[in-house]
């Protein structure tokens, strides 16, 4: 798969990624060297195996709906770039 | 005597602690003033000598009322600054979490700070662990405290290289990693030491910065294997707070190394032969299986077939989940905020100056291989040649009880050397990502110096949660190899 200029600025938006203009030939023969790379892939035979979606146990434990935890503004606000009173404050979003 | 306990073990610092010959204090104070001489490794990002002290006081106090906590109370270690830490900035050496002093501290650390362990510091690490020899971090690449031949400057290895290259230094008895596809062992075979990345589930996840969730895991890096296994012993344990921690107690690892290896069967899989391998290591190998047999054990041949699939297929799983695990990062919570015209300006604009290079190649692998259309091509393709890739080791762990390999494919190689070829420097993992895909434990034990006198480390696979067996094995190597290597200026 060789990723072209477009597809590489569309990725980069889609993943919030400013990437100036100068570098995106770059980037994209870059990526297209890496995905080339993991394409031989194909050659593994997959047919009806089942997918491995992490190393731990199946089961995902349990615990009680209670409530353990929280309560603690002050704690989570602590590192936020900027706030207003107890809110974090991000540009304006509805005119 | 003061100015050489940095360079005692562990084992023989819990020694000389529980006999009175010195404090933790004066232990700790050695290892501050080791830091201080070798600035230039930069193997630390933050370093935390007045809380140390206060840690290596509170520890002496214990021991002086007969309360003292165990192997790891009052001896001075290392933490990767991925390891959240309360009060303490924490970086993952990346310039987008500029500033962010947690409120809470990782369950492993507040293990290794519960078992009476002194925190000396942040360690160094290529930013948010993605990278194999320490020259992605924001924060400048980590020198190893070998040097090469002709006098350059040598990579220690990554992501965790400044933990390795600050227990290679003797700036601390040992020092936390974090391994996601070969980041503890491959540093440790680098700088000469041993590093243990345990079983995925054994130490917990929370609290650490999350790079690819069902790969990472937490292990220690120390000289000695006795030493790893004192270390693990504090760090493992169930948790709660990560669904994916094993609900299983710590067996007492610190037997394990004395179990000896009598009958044990260690397998030699024939697909870790890969082309371009360097003849020393290839005869390492031949050595260790040498080693392993004349203590006992009996050498068996296996294969694992999928094992050259494992690396292109971890370059898609890893970043796939790096690029969701790194969403967090909006210059909203934490870090670093580059203000832009509109929400989503602000977003690119923090995004784009706050990763680095290596990162934002792989979260925009990671969104390419997620979006829509491709993902049965490369992510699901990538997870079924994983389930592949595990049973392969459930087959051979039929007729073995642990696996030996290199742990690299060379030895340390120059800062710079790599650095513009990704695919190239991906290649340092192609022995240690298999078993990280399985989630398997894996160990690497310094062996030997090459030819041109740098360390060169064997790797060890067991089966899931029996690191006990690895570190038996890994004792045998290690007594067998009697490996005295020392970085030049130590």
Partial sequence: MSLDKETVKNIAFLARIKTPEEELDHLAKELSNILGWVEQLGEVDTEGVDPMTGAAGAALPRRLDVVNDGGDRESVLANAPERDGGFFAVPKVIE | ?490
């Fill in chain 2, 1 to 490: 005597m003061t100015s050489a306990l940095n360079h005692l073990t562990i084992a023989e610092a819990g020694e000389g602690l529980a006999k009175g010959d010195f404090t933790s204090e004066e232990l700790t104070a050695a290892c501050l003033k080791a830091m201080d001489a070798q600035r230039q490794l930069n193997a630390f990002i933050t370093e935390t000598p007045e809380l140390a002290l206060k840690r290596a006081k509170a520890s002496d106090t214990r021991r002086a009322k007969g309360q003292a906590l165990g192997a790891m109370d009052g001896i001075p270690v290392a933490v990767k600054d991925l390891f959240c830490t309360e009060g303490v900035l924490t970086t993952a050496a990346s310039h987008i979490l500029d500033g962010f002093v947690p409120t809470y501290e990782s369950t492993v650390s507040a293990n290794l700070r519960d078992a009476g362990a002194v925190m000396l510091g942040k360690t160094n690490m290529d930013e948010f662990a993605m990278g194999s020899s320490n020259e992605t971090s924001y924060y400048g690449p980590v020198l190893s405290p070998w040097k090469g031949k002709d006098g350059k400057d040598l990579a220690p290895g990554g992501s965790s290289g400044g933990s390795a290259a600050a227990v290679a230094a003797r700036l601390c008895l040992g020092a936390a990693g974090t391994d996601t596809g070969g980041s503890i062992r491959q540093p440790a075979s680098f700088c000469g030491v041993v590093g243990l990345k345990p079983t995925y589930g054994r130490c917990s996840r929370w609290g650490t910065v999350a790079f690819a969730s069902s790969l990472d895991q937490a292990g220690p890096l120390t000289r000695t294997v006795l030493d790893a296994a004192i270390m693990l012993q504090a760090m493992a344990g169930h948790d709660p707070k990560d669904s994916t921690s094993a609900p299983l107690d710590a067996p007492d690892f610190s037997k394990a190394p004395g179990a000896g290896v009598k009958g044990l069967r260690v397998g030699i899989p024939k697909e870790y032969r890969v082309d371009g391998m360097a003849g020393e290591i290839e005869d390492l190998w031949k050595k260790g299986a040498q080693w392993l047999k004349q203590a006992g054990a009996e050498i068996i041949g296996v294969s694992l077939p999928h094992s050259k699939y494992a690396l292109p297929a971890y370059y898609i799983v890893a970043p796939a989940e790096a690029s969701a695990n790194l969403a967090r990062y909006d210059g909203v919570r934490y870090g670093l905020r580059v203000e832009g015209d509109s929400l989503d300006d602000m977003y690119m604009n923090t995004r784009g100056q706050g990763f680095g290079k290596e990162v934002r190649r792989r979260v925009l692998i990671g969104a390419y291989v997620l979006s829509a259309g491709f993902y049965d091509a490369y992510y699901a393709k990538a997870q079924k040649t994983r389930t592949l890739i595990a049973r392969d080791f459930e087959r051979a762990f039929e007729s073995v009880d642990v696996l030996l390999t290199p742990t690299a494919p060379s030895a340390a190689f120059a800062i710079g050397e790599k650095m513009d070829d990704p695919i190239a420097m991906y290649l340092n993992d192609v022995f240690t990502v298999p078993a990280s895909m399985a989630g398997l434990p894996g160990i690497s034990v310094p062996a030997g110096l090459n030819g041109d006198g740098l360390p060169l480390g064997l790797q060890l696979i067991a089966k899931a949660f029996d690191e006990e067996t690895l570190l038996s094995a890994a004792q045998a190597l290690e007594t067998a190899a009697g490996f005295e290597g020392k970085a030049d200026a130590f």
